[in-house]
């Protein structure tokens, strides 16, 4: 019954325009009725309805033997990303990096002198430390507060290691100001987040992650860097 209702609510006719829409963005110097025709499989009459549809909606433009799309729908798209956090857009990509790895993968912003989970997939290993999208961690002693540290000027890491309150949580916690982990920027040259692996020292060693992780999680993080300068 579920299959039959959804089938008397499919429209077809809007499942073939949507068809057209992508085959002209697909080809921004533009077709001709033929070429969309015969790429979308539909008959020339077809084709023309469809392509003199957006035209006359706007969505469409017609020179000469040519249609392509026109600005509108990068309006409409717009519209929909400013509406939409990046971190809908980044999540898939960091789900396939926790599952790859079988670790979690998170993404932080800077707020004060902590960082701010953004973002966040859970391996399927258990870590004592539960984290979830809100929780805060000192920027100072955690590895995405140090790629996010790294892009500010010397006056302004200066000001902030002068309000951060820098204590030794750990036996490893680095507590000399100078160490900074390199940044991972946007293609404007700004940090605007970090994104990690965490997995415990007994399964990996520093070297295996250099060598398994960071490849992977520099991949997911230019993957993710495409929708920062949308």
Same mark, same amino acid.
């Given at each position: 019954?579920? !299959?039959?209702?959804?089938?008397?609510?499919?429209?077809?006719?809007?499942?073939?325009?949507?068809?057209?829409?992508?085959?002209?963005?697909?080809?921004?110097?533009?077709?001709?009725? #033929?070429?969309?025709?015969?790429?979308?499989?539909? #008959?020339?009459?077809?084709? =023309?309805?469809?392509?003199?549809?957006?035209?006359?909606?706007? *969505?469409?433009?017609?020179?000469? $033997?040519?249609?392509?799309? +026109?600005?509108?729908?990068?309006?409409?798209? $717009?519209? &929909?990303?400013?509406?939409?956090?990046? &971190?809908?857009?980044? @999540?898939?990509?960091?789900?396939? #990096?926790?599952?790859?790895?079988?670790? +979690?993968?998170?993404?932080?912003?800077?707020?004060?002198?902590?960082?701010? *989970?953004?973002? /966040?997939?859970?391996?399927? /290993?258990?870590?004592?430390?539960?984290?979830?999208?809100? +929780?805060?961690?000192?920027? *100072?002693?955690?590895?995405?507060?140090?790629?996010?540290?790294?892009?500010? +000027?010397?006056?302004?890491?200066?000001?902030?290691?002068? /309000?951060?309150?820098?204590?030794? =949580?750990?036996? /490893?916690?680095? #507590?000399?100001? @100078?160490?900074?982990?390199?940044?991972?920027? !946007? $293609?404007?040259?700004?940090?605007?987040?970090? %994104?990690?692996?965490?997995?415990?020292?007994?399964?990996?060693?520093?070297? !295996?992650? @250099?060598?398994?992780?960071?490849?992977?999680?520099?991949?997911?993080?230019?993957? %993710? @860097?495409?929708?920062?300068?949308?």
């Amino acid at each position: 019954m579920r !299959d039959e209702a959804a089938s008397r609510d499919h429209v077809n006719s809007l499942e073939r325009g949507l068809g057209v829409m992508e085959i002209l963005a697909a080809h921004p110097s533009g077709l001709t009725l #033929t070429e969309t025709a015969e790429k979308a499989g539909l #008959t020339r009459a077809g084709a =023309r309805r469809f392509l003199l549809t957006l035209v006359a909606s706007g *969505y469409a433009t017609q020179t000469g $033997r040519l249609f392509s799309l +026109s600005p509108r729908l990068l309006s409409v798209a $717009r519209t &929909w990303l400013q509406g939409t956090s990046l &971190w809908t857009f980044a @999540e898939p990509f960091m789900r396939e #990096t926790a599952a790859a790895l079988e670790e +979690s993968c998170s993404a932080a912003t800077l707020s004060g002198e902590d960082v701010v *989970y953004v973002a /966040r997939v859970a391996g399927p /290993r258990i870590i004592s430390l539960e984290l979830h999208v809100g +929780s805060r961690l000192p920027a *100072y002693c955690t590895a995405m507060g140090r790629v996010l540290l790294s892009d500010k +000027s010397l006056d302004e890491v200066a000001a902030f290691l002068e /309000r951060a309150s820098i204590v030794r =949580r750990t036996e /490893r916690t680095v #507590t000399d100001p @100078e160490p900074i982990a390199a940044p991972l920027r !946007d $293609r404007s040259g700004a940090i605007v987040a970090a %994104i990690n692996v965490s997995a415990q020292s007994a399964r990996h060693s520093v070297a !295996d992650m @250099e060598r398994e992780f960071l490849p992977l999680l520099k991949r997911t993080a230019a993957r %993710i @860097e495409e929708f920062f300068v949308q």
